[in-house]
């Protein structure tokens, strides 16, 4: 592979990774949220959600 083609497998390295981490960001993001989602719901309902749901 020449040095352009090297260049070019490295800029999609690149682009790779920070696709990589941009989604693991994103999971934790949505992770906390569905997290506080259960909290605020367990302080309006009184108790944790799948407890109400099961009724």
Not at 22 to 30: H, P, Q, S, V
Not at 43 to 52: K, M, N, S, W
């Amino acid at each position: 592979m020449g040095s352009s083609g090297a260049r070019a497998a490295d800029a999609a390295l690149a682009e790779a990774a920070v696709a990589a981490e941009r989604d693991a960001a994103r999971g934790e993001l949505e992770r906390d949220a569905r997290r506080l989602a259960a909290r605020l719901a367990e302080r309006i309902v009184g108790e944790p959600l799948g407890a109400a749901a099961d009724r």
